[in-house]
């Protein structure tokens, strides 16, 4: 097998993960430029250009999860992640909240709800979501000494 082999495996690899990301392809094209680099220079025979591939796919791929790791990524989208534009919402008690269990409207939707003791009206603040139900608290106004902590 030529450099050329390895050289237009390189890039197919790499256009494949471009247009069909798997986020580890690219380690994979990493090994076969590696091999085809690896001829160019030392002119290694097929068994050598193998091995050369499987060692360096595989040291390119470890590399690639420490990197993958290191860069901490999180989801930037809230799809199937409710709790992300819940937590923070600002509602009113729709049902009152007795013996810390009632109904909250949430924009144009009823929650179940958990929270201290209120009547219908009252301003809250969604704390959290467990499940279809969310814990609320008492909004308060910015002046109120509650609000601070």
């Given amino acids: 097998m030529t450099i050329w082999y390895w050289a237009i495996a390189a890039a197919a690899i790499a256009y494949v993960e471009m247009h069909a990301p798997g986020f580890y392809l690219i380690w ?15 002119g290694i025979p097929v068994e050598q250009q193998l091995i050369t591939f499987a060692v360096a796919s595989v040291g390119f791929c470890i590399v690639g999860y420490f ?69 609320v608290e008492a909004k308060t106004s910015p002046g109120d000494p509650i609000s601070r902590h």
């Fill in 67 to 135: 990197v993958y790791r290191s860069l901490n990524v999180q989801p930037t989208t809230s799809l199937n992640r409710r709790e992300l534009g819940i937590v923070g919402a600002e509602g009113v008690v729709a049902e009152p909240i007795q013996n810390g269990y009632g109904k909250v409207r949430l924009g144009d939707t009823v929650w179940l709800a958990q929270g201290p003791d209120s009547p219908a009206g009252t301003p809250v603040r969604v704390r959290a979501l467990l499940g279809t139900t969310v814990q």
């Fill in 28 to 42: 994979v094209a990493c090994g076969a430029a590696t091999t085809a680099a690896g001829i160019g220079l030392f």
